[in-house]
T-cell receptor, first 113, second 116 residues
Framework: DAGVIQSPRHEVTEMGQEVTLRCKLI?????LFWYRQTMMRGLELLIY????????DSGMPEDRFSAKMPNASFSTLKIQPSEPRDSAVYFC???????????FGPGTRLLVL | AQSVTQLGSHVSVSEGALVLLRCNYS??????LFWYVQYPNQGLQLLLK??????LVKGINGFEAEFKKSETSFHLTKPSAHMSDAAEYFC??????????????FGKGTKLSVKP
């Protein structure tokens, strides 16, 4: 089985532009987590979904960030407008029903100039 | 509230030496505990997990960890380091009883270097 798939793997954009990160869950998993990793702050949970419903979005930095699950296997994380301080590696992870183990994607490395 | 503290942001060992990465947790409920490894430019990969069964947990690549409730610790060990073990290691605890909530609280991570 394919693991969690993220795209793009790398993104370079200019301040003010919209950025959309994509994540495909492992088949059969129904929990989805978005994380951000930086040298300064380490690994931070941004938001997580269970059965397509956002459960906890307290980690979303501000209104510029939004996340959706349009269907059970796919999620997007959007930043609009982007700022240099958003530069980080963004990971998504998924887990099966009733399981606590999370399976991580390879990450999207975002650089906002 | 649940939290995780990893002592030492960087650990350096010689090849063949014992690896010991420290993790202490704080939890108001019986915890589930995890160690993940992150190789350069990759996502996190599960090494092992404790879910209230045996207190000594064996994982992949020769790693193991022991849950010690009295010390609120879950230290990661490997008897003999290999060059390929160089990576960043994260300890994590679940939020909620028995993993009832999927959210994991991660420590800051420990970078392991292995010298030839």
């Amino acid at each position: 089985d394919a693991g969690v798939i993220q795209s793009p793997r790398h993104e370079v954009t200019e301040m003010g532009q919209e950025v959309t990160l994509r994540c495909k869950l492992i088949s059969g998993h129904n929990s989805l987590f978005w994380y951000r990793q930086t040298m300064m702050r380490g690994l931070e949970l941004l938001i997580y979904f269970n059965n397509n419903v956002p459960i906890d979005d307290s980690g979303m930095p501000e209104d510029r960030f939004s996340a959706k699950m349009p269907n059970a296997s796919f999620s997007t994380l959007k930043i609009q407008p982007s700022e240099p301080r958003d530069s980080a590696v963004y990971f998504c992870a998924s887990s099966p029903t009733g399981q606590e183990t999370q399976y991580f994607g390879p990450g999207t490395r975002l650089l906002v100039l | 509230a649940q939290s995780v503290t990893q002592l030492g942001s960087h650990v350096s060992v010689s090849e063949g030496a014992l690896v010991l990465l420290r993790c202490n947790y704080s939890s108001s409920v019986p915890p589930y505990l995890f160690w993940y490894v992150q190789y350069p430019n990759q996502g996190l990969q599960l090494l092992l997990k404790y879910t209230s069964a045996a207190t000594l947990v064996k994982g992949i690549n020769g790693f193991e960890a022991e849950f010690k409730k009295s010390e609120t610790s879950f230290h990661l060990t490997k008897p003999s380091a290999h060059m390929s073990d160089a990576a960043e290691y994260f300890c994590a605890v679940t939020l909620g009883v028995g993993g009832s909530q999927g959210n994991l609280i991660f420590g800051k991570g420990t970078k392991l270097s292995v010298k030839p």
